[in-house]
């Protein structure tokens, strides 16, 4: 089966710049899409399309693309950033969605 | 305003039957693809599979095939998962959530989620 693969921590000090990383097979041809998961709360879409930020998401949320990784960028880190963030993309032979297995941001 | 809002806490039995539900508002919900997402406790976000209002259209993962079930009541706007034999292993968190494939297959709106507790 697809896997997409996140470190499971990432740790930055306040006002710092986070990359998160996210890797698979065919991430070159399917876009992928980046969740925060704040403790207790559902799921909020951050970025899709490897770039794009729906509105009333901060333009320090970014999103990068090069061939198999995409990485989730958070510019100025703040302590309210602290959650776990899973990238999603869809697993081409199958047209089956797949989450990433999630990435713990620590602010330190 | 876009919101899917999901039934309360369930607390249940193993070998029980479940149905949980999943209400659309402030959009065409016949026409957008809605995904069940289960989060086992501590643990990462699982894609469990999708149905289309519309027709009733509906793929399972394969780790989830044969376990639940999904389907709609378009009357109303609400999309339904469900157990007839729950067991302690389902214990989870099941989020719902829309599928907006003009963005690029992303989940752009979620529920709040439906905590499921099975335990003898």
């Known amino acids: 089966s697809y896997e997409l693969t996140q470190p499971p921590s990432v740790s930055v000090s306040p006002g710092q710049t986070a990359r998160i990383t996210c890797s698979g097979h065919?991430?070159?041809?399917?876009?992928v899409s980046w969740y925060q998961q704040q403790s207790g709360q559902a799921p909020v879409l951050m970025i899709y399309?490897?770039?794009k930020r729906p509105s009333g998401i901060p333009d320090r949320f970014s999103g990068s693309s090069s061939g198999t990784t995409v990485t989730f960028i958070i510019s100025a880190v703040q302590e309210e950033d602290e959650a776990d963030y899973y990238c999603?993309?869809?697993?081409?032979?199958?047209?089956?969605?797949?989450f990433g297995g999630g990435t713990k941001l620590t602010v330190l | 305003e876009v919101q899917l809002v999901q039934s309360g806490p369930e607390v249940k039995e193993p070998g029980e039957s479940l149905k949980i539900s999943c209400q659309g508002f402030?959009?065409?919900?016949?026409?957008?693809?809605i995904a069940w997402v289960r989060q086992m406790p501590g643990k990462g976000l699982e894609w469990m599979g999708i149905?289309?209002?519309?027709?009733?259209?509906?793929r399972y993962s394969p780790s989830f095939q044969g376990q639940v079930s999904f389907s709609v009541d378009k009357s109303i706007n609400a999309a339904y998962l469900q157990w007839t034999s729950l067991k302690a292993s389902d214990t989870a968190k099941y989020y719902c959530?829309?599928?907006?494939?003009?963005?690029?297959?992303?989940?752009?709106?979620w529920g709040q989620g439906t905590l499921v507790t099975v335990s003898s």
């Open positions: 959530a829309r599928l907006a494939t003009l963005l690029g297959k992303t989940f752009d709106y």
């Open positions: 402030g959009y065409n919900f016949s026409n957008y693809w």
């Open positions: 149905i289309y209002p519309d027709d009733s259209d509906t």
């Open positions: 065919a991430l070159s041809k399917q876009y």
């Open positions: 399309k490897d770039t």
């Open positions: 999603q993309s869809t697993d081409t032979s199958g047209g089956f969605e797949v």
